[in-house]
């Protein structure tokens, strides 16, 4: 059984013909494009962009065909995964580093679906490291400045052991807080870091989310109301 497959599937069925959406990045969010290649093949239309270049070749090899940005001013919605997910829909992603990219998208999207597996659903966030994309100039400075913020940070390495590069030319620091007690607080006090050019913390930005469960359900968080 996929859990990740059956949430996917799930949010796809949100989808209309004549949509502008945004495909996301992650496992989960591979079965959203999987199923979407599917509907696409038989007829669906839609307007698509992708957050990372994994999932512009993804999209590709299904028959998505991806519109340029700036033939799109806004999306009608977005499907993307999470790496942690609380029942109040505040999220961390950037597993897969595409953080900056997935955050850019969402803002201009009208509706933000998440799709995960029940794993992901925690009661306080924070068991993840927090991915935050930061600048190479001066990256020793601005890991010193994550530090004091309480946590441990570990800039990632890619599969050759040199440092992980994301799509957008920066360095992801992997910050592990434990708990994070107050992600709005942490929001704010991360834009204050000069070096940081975005972080995993998605706050108020979900509508839905569709979580993939041992018994095969789906079961759905939305926001109050949902919009």
């Keep these: 059984m996929n859990k990740k497959k059956n949430a996917a599937e799930k949010a796809v069925t949100y989808v209309q013909d004549g949509m502008k959406v945004g495909l996301g990045t992650g496992s989960t969010a591979y079965w959203a494009v999987v199923r979407l290649g599917e509907l696409v093949q038989e007829g669906l239309r839609i307007q698509a ?9 993804l999209a590709a090899e299904h028959g ?3 519109t340029p940005f700036h033939q799109i001013d806004r999306l009608d ?3 993307d995964g999470a790496d942690e997910l609380d ?3 505040r999220l961390i992603k950037g597993g897969g580093g595409a953080l ?9 999207s009208d509706k933000l679906l998440i799709v995960a597996d029940e794993g992901k659903l925690v009661t306080t966030l924070g068991a993840f ?11 020793e400075w601005t890991v010193a400045a994550l530090e004091q913020l309480g946590c441990s940070v570990q800039l990632r390495k890619d599969e050759a052991d040199g440092l992980y590069i994301s799509d957008n030319g920066n360095v992801i620091a992997d ?3 434990g708990i994070i007690n107050s992600p709005e607080q942490l929001q704010k006090q991360l834009k204050e870091i000069p070096g940081i050019v975005e972080h995993g ?3 108020g930005m979900a509508d839905k989310a569709f979580i993939g469960c041992d018994d095969g359900s789906v079961k759905v968080i939305q926001s109050q109301p949902f919009k």
């Design 49 to 57: 962009v992708a957050t990372s270049k994994a999932t512009e070749k």
């Design 64 to 66: 998505i065909e991806l």
């Design 77 to 79: 919605l977005t499907i």
């Design 87 to 89: 029942s109040q829909l």
């Design 100 to 108: 900056l990219r997935e955050k850019i998208t969402a803002y201009h």
């Design 129 to 139: 490291p927090l991915p935050v994309e930061i600048v190479p100039f001066a990256t």
């Design 175 to 177: 910050c592990k807080f």
């Design 201 to 203: 913390l998605f706050i």
